[in-house]
């Protein structure tokens, strides 16, 4: 298995080993519940523990940038200048956040966005 590569961080922060890719499990598997990425197929526990610590990486990543990509997505929508801009409260409710979440969620994307276009 090779060493994950490190990958720069979107916000200019430390670098970061890069996670393993998350592959999608076929649907016969994902219906089992027993079945997590053939995790449970692996008898030694050093290749299981290094596997399970890659999945961990990976969903780790995956929802930091999910959590960006949805705070970029909230500012835009409470963005003044759009036509149909939406309130902080409506926000909350689409993403099911309270509504003083939606505001914090809303600076963390003007942020992202402001860094994107420094750039």
């Keep these: ?28 598997a994902a219906g089992d519940a027993e ?21 961990a990486l990976a969903f780790r990543a995956a929802a930091d940038r999910a959590t960006e990509f949805q705070a970029v997505a909230a500012a835009q929508l409470a963005d003044p200048g759009r036509f149909d801009r939406l ?12 509504a003083d979440y939606a505001r914090k969620m809303i600076e963390f994307g003007r942020e992202l966005l402001s860094d994107r276009t420094a750039e």
């Excluded at 298995?1 to 592959?23: F, I």
């Excluded at 079945?35 to 999945?55: K, M, N, Q, V, Y």
Aim: hydrophobic share 30%; proline share 16%.
């Design 1 to 28: 298995m090779p060493e994950p590569q490190p990958a720069p961080d979107p916000r200019g922060g430390p670098r970061h080993r890069r996670p393993a890719p998350l592959l999608f499990e076929p649907r016969e």
């Design 35 to 55: 079945h997590f990425f053939d995790l449970e197929s692996i008898e030694d526990p050093r290749e299981l523990l290094g596997r399970a610590t890659e999945l």
């Design 87 to 98: 309130s902080d409260e409506a926000i909350a409710e689409r993403a099911e956040w309270t």
